[in-house]
């Protein structure tokens, strides 16, 4: 676990204090890290775009290829 000292305004302590009452928390600290793990999802696993899931789909129904030695054939080695 890393400690911060962190300097917020007067909006973001209500905004921790709200997230820590509605959530049942027990800490700003544990408001925080729902706020940071709410946003970081949202950040970090954006939906996909149609046309990449219509490439995939695509994709899906090419017909597959063995291959012997994967380093090799794609020349890994």
């Known amino acids: 676990m890393v400690k911060a000292i962190i300097n917020i ?6 905004v ?3 997230v820590k009452a509605k959530h049942g928390l027990k800490t700003k600290s544990d408001a925080i890290n729902k706020v ?5 999802r949202s950040l970090l696993e ?15 129904k090419e017909k ?3 291959v012997a ?3 090799s054939h794609y020349g890994l080695e």
Not at 9 to 14: G, L, P, T
Not at 36 to 40: A, F, I, K, R
Not at 46 to 60: A, C, D, N, V
């Open 16 to 18: 921790l204090n709200i």
């Open 9 to 14: 305004n007067d909006r973001a302590n209500r």
């Open 64 to 66: 597959t290829v063995k």
């Open 69 to 71: 030695d994967f380093k």
């Open 46 to 60: 954006p939906e996909l775009r149609p046309e990449f899931i219509e490439k995939i789909r695509t994709r899906q």
């Open 36 to 40: 940071v793990n709410e946003y970081g």
